[in-house]
Structure formats: structure tokens, C-alpha cells
């Protein structure tokens, strides 16, 4: 009951997930990069020096919330996806190659939150030596900022791999009820809806055909154990992020399939931030009622310099850094 009633609460913002934060920088001279092969890239997912600063308040901000949630006995799995940009940056026009600082951050703030002991899940790694990057089913979309399925499903097995390497997620996981999930691959390519690049291509730019790409189906073997006592009470991971954390993604049953778990799943616009989301969620009563063993916290690699006080977001999400701070840790109390 609680998982229905927090999704509809969103329902209205989650209309225009898609888009995201190129909306709101809609108004930049060139919003899309056109690539070879007829890959597009949104700009905004380069790095910048002057992003530090940010950054920087971003990790210490991750690092205060990990703690609190540790101190109330829920842990908390950091999912950082990687820049489609450096995963494919052999696909960028040579107008717009790679630069060594946004080729480094990643890395650099990784090491930097597992230092301050958060869980970080490293999709970095994983997305750049796969031999299955260049494969006919790549991890992203070419016309569209998002994770293919293939992207989604590597990401969830690898946030597993993480979980079973750390005893305090692994703890956290065990704690809650198993179910079966099975997974099956569509036998052909299917034409993607997903294409949000496109949309943001001038009107006189050169059309692109719709993109085909593999696409799995999660099916439950039987009735939930949460599903027998009608509320999803029992239900003891939620999974929390931004339009890469929809359902459409593929991502959320990815995690079924390789957790073998039934989660909540919250998708926000990430326009609006992740810290809007989280602490939504820990407002509502899906959150007040049925506190979850693991949270898999989702954040876009280009979202790490924005903390909550980010100038360029809309005004509406924009918050103090340390009142944030203030108002979750009242919430979890």
C-alpha cells in the first residue's frame, strides 16, 4: 500500500523524468553534442575545475548522511552512474574529446567516499572494461542520456557484487525476505521510445531512425511474501534515484533479478535533485512506517556537483546545505 501510495504522489513530476536536467539547460547555445556514428551526448556531463568546490560539499554531505543512517540501523548503498560520455568517449565528435579532468573525477570521488566510509558502488570500472561495451547491445542509448538495459542489468549485478563484499550490506540484505525473480532477453532488438537528445536537437538538425536494442523481462515465480500480507510492509530495500532509477530503465528489476529481493522503487526527475528525492521519501509514510534494512541510493556521476544549494537548479529545489542536513536527521530521529 505504502509503495502505491508514495509512486502516486510523484506521479505528476515524474512525467518529464525523461528530460531531466537538460530542461533545465535548455538554454544553452548547443545542448547536444553530436557523436560518430550517430551517437549523441548531452555537454552538460562534462567536468569543470570550477565544479570542486561543489563537488567537494557534495562528498561531505554523502558521507554525513551515511553515517546517520548507519547510527539508525539502515545501510546505505551509494550508486554513482558513470558519464555516458567517458564510457563512449570513443564515440565523440573529435571537436569534443575527453578531457583528463572528467576523465579523472569519477575515480577521484569514489576514492574519496569510500575513504569516508561510504558503500560507494563503482559502475566505473565495470562499464569501461566489459568486453561487452562494444558489443551490439551497448550500455547506453545512442539517442538518449540513459542506461540501456544491458547498462541496467550490469549495473544491478554489480551493485550484488558489492553488497556480498561488504559484511554490513551483506548483513543488511540477509535481513530481508527472499524472493524468486526470473530474467529472460527479448529474442530481437525492440525499437526504443527513449530518445530525449533527439528532442533537443535544433529543427533543422538531421533525423535519426528509432534505435533498437535488446530488452529483458523480470517475472516473479510466485506471490510475494510481502504480496500475502496486502501492504508491502515487509518489503526491506528501497531503491531511490533519479530518471536512470525508472522503471522503463530496466534498472529496478535488474535489482530484483540479481538481489532475488522485492524493493521499492522511487524514480525522481533529476532536475529536481537527489537530495528533493531523499528526503521526500523520508517524509512519506512508505519511509515512516516500513524504515528499510537497505537503501540504494541512485545519483548521476554529473549530479556530484550539485549539492543541495546548487545556484543552477530551480528555485523551488534549491536548499541550504546544512538546513538539508538539519531536516533529515529530524526525519530519522
Same mark, same amino acid.
Given at each position: 500500500?505504502?509503495?502505491?501510495?508514495?509512486?502516486?504522489?510523484?506521479?505528476?513530476?515524474?512525467?518529464?523524468?525523461?528530460?531531466?536536467?537538460?530542461?533545465?539547460?535548455?538554454?544553452?547555445?548547443?545542448?547536444?553534442?553530436?557523436?560518430?556514428?550517430?551517437?549523441?551526448?548531452?555537454?552538460?556531463?562534462?567536468?569543470?575545475?570550477?565544479?570542486?568546490?561543489?563537488?567537494?560539499?557534495?562528498?561531505?554531505?554523502?558521507?554525513?548522511?551515511?553515517?546517520?543512517?548507519?547510527?539508525? &540501523?539502515?545501510? %546505505?548503498?551509494?550508486?554513482?552512474?558513470?558519464?555516458?560520455?567517458?564510457?563512449?568517449?570513443?564515440?565523440?565528435?573529435?571537436?569534443?574529446? %575527453?578531457?583528463?579532468?572528467?576523465?579523472?573525477?569519477?575515480?577521484?570521488?569514489?576514492?574519496?567516499?569510500?575513504? &569516508?566510509?561510504?558503500?560507494?558502488?563503482?559502475?566505473? #570500472?565495470?562499464?569501461?572494461?566489459?568486453?561487452?561495451?562494444?558489443?551490439?547491445?551497448?550500455?547506453?542509448?545512442?539517442?538518449?542520456?540513459?542506461?540501456?538495459?544491458?547498462?541496467?542489468? %550490469?549495473?544491478?549485478?554489480?551493485?550484488?557484487?558489492?553488497?556480498?563484499?561488504?559484511?554490513?550490506?551483506?548483513?543488511?540484505?540477509? =535481513?530481508?525476505?527472499?524472493?524468486?525473480?526470473?530474467?529472460?532477453?527479448?529474442?530481437?532488438?525492440?525499437? #526504443? /521510445? =527513449? /530518445?530525449?537528445?533527439?528532442?533537443?536537437?535544433?529543427?533543422?538538425?538531421?533525423?535519426?531512425? =528509432?534505435? #533498437?536494442?535488446?530488452?529483458?523481462?523480470?517475472?516473479?515465480?510466485?506471490?510475494?511474501?510481502?504480496?500475502?500480507?496486502?501492504? &508491502?510492509?515487509?518489503?526491506?530495500?528501497?531503491?531511490?534515484?533519479?530518471?536512470?532509477?525508472?522503471?522503463?530503465?530496466?534498472?529496478?528489476?535488474?535489482? /530484483?533479478?540479481? %538481489?532475488?529481493?522485492?524493493?521499492?522503487?522511487?524514480?525522481?526527475?533529476?532536475?529536481?535533485?537527489?537530495?528533493?528525492?531523499?528526503?521526500?521519501?523520508?517524509?512519506?509514510?512508505?519511509?515512516?512506517?516500513?524504515?528499510?534494512?537497505?537503501?540504494?541510493?541512485?545519483?548521476?556521476?554529473?549530479?556530484? /556537483?550539485?549539492?543541495?544549494?546548487?545556484?543552477?537548479?530551480?528555485?523551488?529545489?534549491?536548499?541550504?546545505?546544512?538546513?538539508?542536513? #538539519?531536516?533529515?536527521? =529530524?526525519?530519522?530521529?
Amino acid at each position: 500500500m505504502h509503495k502505491r501510495l508514495f509512486k502516486r504522489t510523484l506521479k505528476s513530476a515524474l512525467l518529464v523524468c525523461a528530460l531531466g536536467v537538460m530542461a533545465a539547460h535548455a538554454a544553452d547555445p548547443a545542448p547536444v553534442i553530436v557523436g560518430k556514428n550517430d551517437w549523441l551526448f548531452t555537454p552538460y556531463e562534462f567536468a569543470n575545475p570550477t565544479d570542486a568546490q561543489d563537488t567537494q560539499a557534495t562528498v561531505q554531505l554523502l558521507q554525513k548522511v551515511n553515517r546517520l543512517f548507519e547510527a539508525k &540501523g539502515i545501510a %546505505l548503498a551509494l550508486v554513482i552512474v558513470p558519464s555516458k560520455i567517458r564510457i563512449y568517449s570513443d564515440q565523440l565528435p573529435d571537436s569534443h574529446p %575527453l578531457d583528463a579532468y572528467t576523465s579523472g573525477k569519477y575515480e577521484k570521488v569514489f576514492a574519496e567516499l569510500r575513504a &569516508g566510509g561510504v558503500n560507494v558502488v563503482n559502475l566505473n #570500472q565495470p562499464f569501461l572494461t566489459s568486453p561487452q561495451r562494444l558489443g551490439e547491445s551497448p550500455f547506453f542509448l545512442r539517442l538518449d542520456t540513459h542506461w540501456a538495459h544491458a547498462g541496467a542489468l %550490469l549495473a544491478a549485478e554489480t551493485v550484488k557484487t558489492t553488497i556480498d563484499a561488504s559484511p554490513v550490506l551483506k548483513s543488511a540484505l540477509a =535481513a530481508t525476505p527472499e524472493e524468486k525473480y526470473t530474467l529472460s532477453w527479448s529474442k530481437q532488438k525492440i525499437n #526504443q /521510445r =527513449a /530518445r530525449d537528445l533527439v528532442k533537443l536537437l535544433p529543427k533543422d538538425a538531421p533525423s535519426f531512425p =528509432a534505435e #533498437q536494442a535488446m530488452m529483458f523481462k523480470v517475472n516473479r515465480e510466485k506471490a510475494s511474501q510481502a504480496g500475502l500480507l496486502s501492504t &508491502g510492509d515487509s518489503v526491506g530495500v528501497t531503491v531511490i534515484g533519479s530518471s536512470y532509477t525508472n522503471k522503463n530503465t530496466g534498472y529496478p528489476d535488474g535489482l /530484483r533479478y540479481s %538481489l532475488q529481493r522485492d524493493l521499492l522503487d522511487i524514480s525522481i526527475p533529476v532536475d529536481q535533485g537527489p537530495w528533493v528525492g531523499m528526503e521526500a521519501y523520508l517524509r512519506d509514510d512508505a519511509f515512516k512506517t516500513n524504515r528499510p534494512k537497505l537503501i540504494i541510493w541512485e545519483i548521476p556521476e554529473r549530479e556530484l /556537483r550539485s549539492p543541495p544549494n546548487y545556484k543552477f537548479r530551480d528555485a523551488r529545489y534549491i536548499s541550504d546545505n546544512n538546513e538539508w542536513f #538539519q531536516r533529515v536527521t =529530524a526525519l530519522l530521529k
